[in-house]
Nanobody, 124 residues
Framework: VQLQASGGGLVQAGDSLRLSCVAS????????VGWFRQVPGKERASVAG???????AYGDSLKERFTISRDSGKNTVYLQMNGLTSEDTALYYC???????????????????WGQGTLVTVSS
């Protein structure tokens, strides 16, 4: 499965963005999907994850502003991000795996497939 993340860009503080992760060479059916973000010099951090068929987990303090969802018909997983701040500036990655238990949704090591990342820059 190949993953393609898109939707990043330069926005102002308070704006919203929706990131998309599209699967090719396979589908998201049966897969757990996670969003992660990384800034230079720091480890990759969990943003949100969704198991098949649908249990969801969010990274610390993100649940109020971020929403992960999947559209099986479009073979796409979305990350809706609202109320963006400069602290949300990062390279955002989507990842997928066939077997992820709920407690491990936020661990990068749980995932087999990774997209290339899409850059989100929030100006204050």
């Amino acid at each position: 499965v190949q993953l393609q993340a898109s939707g990043g860009g330069l926005v102002q503080a308070g704006d919203s963005l929706r990131l998309s992760c599209v699967a090719s060479g396979g589908t998201f059916s049966g897969l757990s999907v996670g969003w992660f973000r990384q800034v230079p010099g720091k480890e990759r951090a969990s943003v949100a994850g969704i198991r098949w068929p649908g249990s969801i987990a969010y990274g610390d303090s993100l649940k109020e502003r971020f929403t992960i969802s999947r559209d099986s018909g479009k073979n796409t997983v979305y990350l809706q991000m609202n109320g963006l701040t400069s602290e949300d500036t990062a390279l955002y990655y989507c990842a997928a795996a066939s077997r992820v238990i709920y407690s491990m949704l936020g661990m990068p090591s749980s995932y087999e497939y990774w997209g290339q990342g899409t850059l989100v820059t929030v100006s204050s």
